[in-house]
């Protein structure tokens, strides 16, 4: 906030208002934000025009057994013919079905945010309430070191250091001792796979999610806690019942770009998940794909596919993660306009 | 902030400099692609350019379906594959496939206890264990090949390549030629639709593969013979594979070389042929050529030129085809014959 009311300052001093309404550089100023503004409209949507006239063939090759089939084969580069359907052509033996994708990215995303939301939430509070006035600075400084590591990087990371544990420790040690528990039960695997990706994920959306948390609260005055702790609660009360309530758009606001970054995550997850084509997970440790990772590592062999479906298949997956984010996000605008209302609050 | 951005101008400028300084020089060639040639490629090119230093070859390992992919693109001038090409991907992008040199694939395996031993695998058992038919490694059916050997009961972790790969073509194709039902089922190719088996991993490239074996006790993984020496170091114990007639052979200079004449002689003119389950007692059933994919129509005239003088220098005797660079990466030179063909294809580069 500081940096942005010196950076006001500094344009007031140089540009009076006055001055700009004389040289009429506001119609300028504003003919400029409103096409800037326009662009970032008409950029997502040409984007997804764009994207869906090319994988338009996948979409009537592929038809509703896109989402209803766990079957992904590019066919057989080296059979003879071709198969139709609908019009179009494909490898023989071809079978383009997204539903392992699209359910192992909903479910990493969706765990990620149930490891995630609880652990950001705790260490933004005490970002701003508990920790010692003296050690935020540092405290601040590591979140947003955090924050800017490339996600490769926590890839690489996972690849050499966690994966082994997980494949040699942890999940022998779950699957032997705490196997009674659904999911947790099973083969240990290999330590690729849904603990991998989920932690990784985790490790990666925990800082952005506690720093936009934290600059809400911090926008917050103080004066709702210490109110609270006047009126005799703990502070735990004081945080959970006064401070998150007033600060629950800005949350779930938080939690959607999260929740956008996980689903969209490529690299890291790529590197840990291990891969799985054709199978659902079975516990915490099968290996799983997400959309974005299955984009990345099919497209070389899609290219190979001389019919092309391939390819447009895989842009058949861009555009449901697209679409699949899309609804996320609307439906969670819907859920935070109708709590709003309730309260008789403006949006 | 405006101080950094000034120097990241900089740098970028400085970099756009130093970059088409390079280019100036002389023509560079990019080669990319499978990850079972690369450690080849390194060697053959470190060498190369000893004595050609106004040619800078780049190398990189990424998988033959990228090499193939990015030939016909003509980002590469030189993909590397360890699969030929298709007829269907022929039919739309015509490319030269020249061998370079012949390979061959192990079956590893991670068994504390018995990395030591080779254990006798077949491609119907493996069949069984990639379609998930075959769950433990004290199965009926992988007992019955290896009698006085005490087999773990524990779940098998079938590792397969999640990229593009040659070497998952070559593993499919003994799978495929030895297996009806593997062949009426996910078929062959560098990508195929692998069974639904729970707990099977995807690794990438060689490297992932030789890592996620060696991470993973009780997994089974395929792995170019270029990588044996890793495999060795990583403790990795690798099978005796049951060939055409029965036999069970390891993986060597004599089992590749019967194999490789074996078919050899039923080479085509423009090399296409897989040399994988060959027929003889003493064959090793996965074996296959090197391929470079290249453009026989180069935009370039330079680097058409320089790319025919690599290529020859590769499969030429007292070039590339040296022992010195093969059993590095224990691959076995081309036969006579194959290298008279390969001449007349490199021949058609312009």
């Not at chain 1, 938080?254 to 084509?277: D, H, K, N, P, Q």
Request: aromatic share 8%; charged share 10%.
């Amino acid at each position: 906030m500081a940096s942005m009311d010196i950076r006001v300052g500094d344009t007031a001093r140089a540009v009076s208002p006055a001055a700009l309404q004389r040289s009429g550089s506001q119609t300028i100023l504003a003919v400029l934000t409103g096409l800037a503004a326009l662009a970032s409209f008409a950029i997502i949507f040409l984007m997804l025009f764009f994207l869906i006239a090319y994988a338009y063939p996948a979409i009537r090759f592929n038809g509703i057994e896109f989402f209803t089939s766990g079957i992904w084969n590019i066919g057989n580069q080296y059979g003879s013919g071709t198969m139709t359907r609908n019009g179009f052509s494909a490898q023989p033996g071809a079978s383009f079905g997204a539903l392992v994708f699209i359910f192992g990215t909903l479910l990493t995303g969706a765990l990620t945010m149930v490891v995630a939301v609880p652990l950001s939430l705790m260490v933004a509070l005490s970002l701003v309430y508990t920790v010692p006035k003296r050690l935020r600075p540092i405290a601040n400084a590591l979140v947003e070191l955090m924050a800017g590591v490339p996600s490769v990087v926590y890839g690489l990371w996972g690849m050499v250091v966690l994966v082994p544990w997980i494949g040699e420790k942890l999940a022998p040690w779950v699957t032997a001792h705490l196997g009674f528990v659904p999911f947790l039960g099973g083969s240990a695997g290999s330590g690729n796979g849904l603990a991998a990706s989920v932690f990784i994920l985790s490790l990666m959306v925990i800082p952005i999610m506690v720093a936009t948390t934290r600059d809400v609260m911090l926008a917050q005055s103080n004066s709702l806690f210490e109110a609270s702790m006047a009126l005799g609660s703990t502070s735990w009360q004081a945080m959970t019942r006064a401070v998150l309530p007033s600060v629950r758009s800005g949350v779930v606001a938080s939690v959607l770009l999260a929740f956008g970054r996980a689903l969209g995550e490529t690299m890291a997850v790529l590197m840990v998940c291990g891969a799985a084509i054709n199978s659902y997970p079975e516990n915490i440790f099968s290996p799983v794909n997400t959309i974005a990772a299955v984009i990345v590592s099919q497209l070389e062999s899609a290219l190979t596919d001389a019919s092309g479906m391939a390819q447009r298949s895989l842009a058949e997956l861009a555009c449901a993660l697209f679409v699949i984010t899309l609804i996320i996000n609307v439906v969670a605008r819907g859920i935070m306009r109708g709590a709003d209302r309730r309260e008789g609050r403006a949006a | 902030m405006r101080k950094t951005l000034a120097l990241a101008f900089a740098a970028l400028l400085a970099a756009g400099a130093l970059g088409s300084g390079k280019a100036m020089a002389g023509t560079s060639l990019l080669e990319t692609g499978s990850t079972l040639v690369y450690p080849l490629m390194n060697l053959w090119v470190a060498d190369y350019q000893k004595d050609h230093k106004d040619v800078q070859i780049t190398t990189q390992g990424t998988g033959s379906g990228t090499g193939i992919s990015q030939a016909i693109s003509g980002v590469a001038q030189i993909g590397a594959s360890d699969a030929y090409m298709a007829d269907s991907q022929m039919k739309s992008s015509p490319m030269l496939n020249i061998p370079l040199a012949i390979s061959a694939q192990q079956i590893n395996y991670n068994i504390p206890g018995l990395n030591n031993k080779h254990l006798h695998l077949s491609g119907p058992v493996l069949a069984g264990i990639y379609s998930g038919q075959i769950k433990y490694w004290d199965d009926k059916q992988i007992a019955e090949l290896n009698h006085g050997i005490k087999l773990p009961h524990h779940e098998i972790v079938p590792i397969h390549r999640a990229d593009g790969s040659g070497d998952t073509f070559i593993f499919s194709q003994y799978l495929s030629f030895s297996t009806p039902s593997w062949k009426n089922g996910p078929g062959y190719g560098t990508t195929i639709s692998w069974p639904s088996v729970g707990n099977a991993v995807g690794a990438n490239g060689n490297p992932g593969m030789v890592q996620t074996c060696r991470n993973t006790r009780y997994s089974i993984a395929y792995i170019g013979v270029s990588f044996l020496d890793e495999t060795n170091k990583a403790g990795l114990g690798y099978a005796a594979l049951k060939n055409r007639s029965g036999r069970f052979v390891l993986p060597n200079a004599s089992t590749i070389h019967a194999a490789a004449s074996a078919l050899g002689s039923k080479t085509p003119r423009d090399e296409r042929i897989s040399l994988v389950f060959a027929p003889g007692a003493e064959s090793y059933p996965i074996i296959n050529y090197e391929y470079a994919i290249v453009n026989p129509h180069q935009q370039d005239a330079g680097k058409a030129a320089d790319l025919k003088k690599f290529l020859m220098w590769a499969i030429a005797k007292d070039g590339g085809q040296q022992a010195r660079f093969l059993n590095a990466v224990h691959f076995l030179p081309l036969p006579e014959k194959i290298v008279q063909l390969s001449k007349e294809q490199i021949e058609k580069i312009k």
